[in-house]
């Protein structure tokens, strides 16, 4: 038996999904502490992220929250939103991710997204297989980034309820 999700009251299974059906998270604002973190715990100590002299000298002219951290960021605010929690089985990946804008320091992001493709899964008749499109926004609404998303879900409760 599998240990239950906790079930967000905005839970959605697959089969209460259509294409078209879309979401949006509430804001965050991007700090310092969250840059100074991503690069202590990733490494990427680039100059661009991490000295203010050398950020001015570029053509963003201050520095910059790094790509990868913004898309860790968007993880969470999408998983806030509650749609998964309960039904998700697992993440499946990320596909066509594109960085358009920067997102800087004192930024607000929130998260849209999108159905756009949901195939049942052929060795899984309990699940289905969901992509979605997703936008990181900032707080004037200007796409930073955006890519596709794909999650396994399972179909209904009782297939989430059963073990596995």
Known sequence: MHTLTPVSPSVKYFEDLEVGNSWQSEGRTVTETDVVTFATWSGDMHPLHTNAEYAKSTQFGERIFHGPGALALAFGLEMR???????????????????????????TITVREEVVDLRASASNPDRGIVRTRVEIVNQQGQTCHHGEWAVLLFKNAAAALTPQ
């Not at 998964?84 to 920067?102: E, I, N, Q, T, Y």
């Open 81 to 107: 939103i509650g749609w998964k929690m309960g039904s998700a089985v697992a993440f499946l990946g990320v596909s066509d991710w594109r960085m358009s804008s920067p997102i800087f320091i004192g930024d």
